[in-house]
């Protein structure tokens, strides 16, 4: 959660800007356009392991399914998240859906959590129909430990084409995150937090009378850090990756591929 004055920053920052401030976030919905461009009115979609549903808003043209499973009760993960609705409440290794019935499937930052990243493509591939594409994003670097204890891989692009390929997939086209820049900008948004953990929680409002002028210098404190390391070197390193090549340092991978037996 960003501090009361940096979200009345947000409110000024055009949104074409304060996206490219988060590039995971960025490269992720980058997958999530493609996916609703490929999917034609009327199709069926899943999305595996949707948590938030945030992305069902791409897909109003076509029948939209969230399933998750849950994990952790109502709220999940450092930011306080909340489950979305969901259509079905389900482990990705067994979604209670018709063998070949989904259009296309989506499936973002969930592999890394299955302890059998195999088993779980499999299912995918069992639901969708043959010809129709998964859009799949997994991470390598960036986020870190998370969704603490169900937290288990990360993916190289070998590792990740062999999955699928056991699991029945032709891989179509994979695309790494960004590279060494996107990365850094992702972790520099870190700082305030690991800096000043506490200054989140605090209230000014219900706070001893004596502390008030501390916490107030502590939050203005606080929102230079984030306008610095959340907004603008991250906005800066957005545009600093042109030139990184090779990206081998990166966030993680898109990539499309289909089911072809």
């Not at 109003?60 to 109502?74: F, I, M, V």
């Amino acid at each position: 959660r960003s501090s009361m004055a940096i979200q009345l920053l947000y409110r000024f920052i055009p949104a074409a800007i304060l996206k490219r401030t988060d590039p995971e976030k960025y490269g992720i919905e980058q997958l999530v356009i493609q996916a609703s461009r490929d999917v034609l009115p009327g199709q069926l979609i899943f999305d595996a392991g949707a948590g938030e549903c945030l992305y069902r808003s791409y897909f109003r043209h076509a029948h939209y399914l969230a399933g998750d499973y849950l994990k952790g009760g109502a709220q999940w993960g450092p930011e306080g998240n909340t489950y979305g609705e969901m259509d079905l409440i389900c482990d990705m290794n067994y979604i209670p859906l018709q063998t070949e019935s989904m259009d296309a499937v989506l499936s973002t930052q969930v592999l890394e959590h299955m302890p059998d990243t195999v088993q779980a493509l499999k299912e995918l591939h069992r639901v969708l129909k043959c010809g129709s594409a998964l859009f799949l994003s997994v991470p390598l670097g960036g986020p870190g430990f998370h969704g603490i204890p169900y937290d288990y891989h990360r993916f190289t692009p070998s590792s990740l084409s062999v999955a699928l390929e056991k699991a029945g997939f032709q891989l179509e086209r994979i695309e790494p995150r960004g590279g060494f820049f996107w990365e850094m900008g992702f972790m520099l948004r870190l700082v305030p937090r690991i800096l000043m953990p506490r200054a989140f929680s605090h209230n000014i409002y219900t706070a001893n009378p004596f502390l008030k002028p501390i916490i107030l210098l502590e939050k203005l404190f606080l929102g230079v850090l984030e306008l610095v390391f959340v907004v603008l070197l991250p906005f800066i390193f957005f545009y600093l990756d042109r030139l990184d090549r090779d990206k081998h340092h990166t966030l993680g991978y898109n990539c499309r591929c289909r089911k072809v037996n």
